[in-house]
């Protein structure tokens, strides 16, 4: 991981499916698979609040 890249979940940045530490730190949060978390981006779109909520987690929006 690069010095300045963010080390948390930062829910403004949209989710890179293509990036797999963030999809990792992703899934570990919202507690789902790979395929759980592609499935729930296609479906609403990849800005991780709308992921967040899709998964019933709204904690990690605030």
Request: contains cysteine.
């Amino acid at each position: 991981m690069r010095p300045d890249e963010p080390k948390t979940f930062d829910r403004h940045e949209p989710i890179d499916l293509a990036n797999p530490d963030k999809v990792r730190e992703i899934t570990e949060k919202l507690d789902c698979s790979e395929q759980e978390l592609a499935d729930a981006v296609d479906q609403v779109g990849a800005h991780p609040v709308a992921v967040a909520l899709k998964f019933g987690r709204p904690e990690l929006v605030v």
